[in-house]
């Protein structure tokens, strides 16, 4: 499994709104795309001088996650909408091989 991380920075005054435009828009927009091989994305926001946040996709395999981002699939996928709202943003997404992933028993 292939996790995608990328990171982006808001002003306090911008957070609300770009986290609405990620769950109500983005989110659903990737989803709709219906890719082979994606399984999940992790929305994350960590308060501080800037607001933070963060996305963790989860991809079976890089062709899934060239797909979604195209053959230089490094590169962020930060839509217009979205774009214009953040301080500053990774340009380009880490991507890691999943070597664990543990759920905790019931």
Not at 47 to 76: C, K, N
């Amino acid at each position: 499994m292939i996790c995608r991380i990328w990171r982006g920075w808001t002003t306090s005054a911008n957070a609300d709104a770009y986290e609405r435009i990620v769950r109500n828009q983005v989110i659903p927009g990737i989803e709709g795309m219906h890719i082979p091989g994606f399984r999940h994305i992790d929305l994350m926001r960590r308060a501080g001088p800037e607001v933070e946040f963060v996305t963790i996709m989860w991809f079976d395999s890089l062709e899934a996650v060239r797909t979604f981002a195209g053959q230089d699939y490094e590169v962020a996928v930060v839509p217009p909408a979205a774009r214009v709202l953040l301080s500053r943003y990774d340009a380009r997404s880490a991507h890691y091989d999943t070597l664990a992933r543990r759920v905790a028993a019931p």
